[in-house]
């Protein structure tokens, strides 16, 4: 095996940088597959991997026993989704505070979905964070924690318009937001004209591209719909006729995301955060085309302190 972290390509001459997002499984089977994937990409040294945080806070416990373990059994950096919904900001803060003492230096701020599901109207809990630069602006007070928050290269879909969204990014940046990791998109000319949008706007936080790869397309395209991400015609075409053809289905979606990312890549882009979906094969093998490889584990931090 290469004992070399990066091979520069044809693509990438400049190192690249990827994380991996993961969320908290529910069963003991779906703990085993999530520690699989981790196990697999771990030696890709990561710059970090998050953990989110299930609709209205019901993975709070979840989220964090993944994070925790993360933390004491892994040499991988840590970031936990953390929302504003269905709680107040002392109970907020105490979750916070909890991160920090267990070592976790990273957090992902969010606002959260509306408590009556997408489509509905947003409320403020009471006596919680109304909006996620509240809630950024909170988790600074409490640690000099490294905070990402969501950007939306199509709009999110209850902003007026994107230039009102941009704003709200902006004020999550001034509210000490370090580093916007986007909503997935298919379109890479969205990503590139929204990056000249958020810079023109006087955004200089790293704006790093969330790459879905297709696992499913039809679970994908319904996700999509929800979120407000377009699904290209050209994408549906490809898969095409393969819904019961699996191992064709495979082989689409590692070229598709790999097509993808490498554009990306000439493109000037050298930073990626991959939805795992908790699977490892597929974003493996386009790190590996990302010219990444694997490198031998390191003690996990508690070991080595
Ligand atoms: P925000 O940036 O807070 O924006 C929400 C809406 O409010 C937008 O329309 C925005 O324009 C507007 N707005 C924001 N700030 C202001 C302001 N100051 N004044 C006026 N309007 C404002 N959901 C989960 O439940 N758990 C997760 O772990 C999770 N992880 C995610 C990770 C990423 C990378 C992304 C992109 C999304 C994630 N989500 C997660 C989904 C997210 O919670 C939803 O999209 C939610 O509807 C909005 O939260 P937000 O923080 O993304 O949006």
């Given at each position: 095996m290469s004992t070399l972290a990066f091979r520069p390509s044809r693509h990438s001459t400049r190192p690249v940088k990827v994380s991996f997002e993961f969320f908290p499984p529910k069963t003991a089977e779906m703990e085993?597959?999530?520690?699989?994937?981790?196990?697999?990409?771990?030696?890709?040294?990561?710059?970090?991997?998050?953990v989110t945080y299930g609709a209205g806070g019901s993975t709070r416990e979840r989220t964090h026993n993944t994070v925790a373990r993360i933390v004491q059994d892994t040499s991988l950096r840590p970031a936990a989704h953390l929302t504003c919904v269905a709680a107040t900001r002392d109970e907020v803060d105490e979750v916070v505070g909890a991160y920090w003492a267990a070592g976790v230096r990273h957090i992902v701020a969010l606002r959260g979905d509306?408590?009556?599901?997408?489509?509905?109207?947003?409320?403020?809990?009471?006596g919680g964070y109304e909006q996620t630069c509240d809630l950024v602006a909170g988790i600074r007070r409490i640690g000099d924690f490294e905070v990402s928050v969501?950007?939306?290269?199509?709009?999110?879909?209850?902003?007026?318009?994107?230039?009102?969204?941009?704003?709200?990014?902006?004020?999550?940046?001034?509210?000490g937001a370090t580093r916007a990791i986007t909503q997935f998109f298919f379109d890479n000319d969205h990503y590139l004209r929204y990056l000249d949008r958020v810079r023109a706007r006087g955004i200089d936080i790293p704006i790093v591209p969330g790459i879905l790869p297709v696992q499913n397309f039809k679970q994908a395209a319904k996700f999509a719909a929800s979120t407000g991400a377009t699904v290209p015609d050209w994408l549906a075409a490809r898969f095409e006729g393969l819904d019961h053809d699996l191992e064709t289905r495979r082989l689409i979606a590692a070229a598709v995301a790999a097509e993808q990312?490498?554009?990306?890549?000439?493109?000037?882009?050298?930073?990626?955060?991959?939805y795992t979906m908790n699977r490892a094969d597929l974003v493996f093998a386009i790190c590996h085309l990302l010219g990444l490889r694997a490198q031998p584990a390191s003690e996990p931090a508690r070991a080595a302190a």
């Open positions: 085993a597959s999530l520690w699989g994937a981790i196990e697999r990409l771990a030696p890709l040294r990561p710059n970090f991997v998050s509306p408590a009556g599901g997408l489509g509905s109207a947003y409320a403020a809990h009471p969501s950007a939306y290269p199509e709009k999110h879909p209850e902003a007026p318009s994107l230039d009102a969204d941009i704003d709200a990014l902006k004020a999550k940046v001034d509210c990312v490498l554009d990306l890549v000439d493109r000037g882009v050298n930073e990626f955060h991959f």
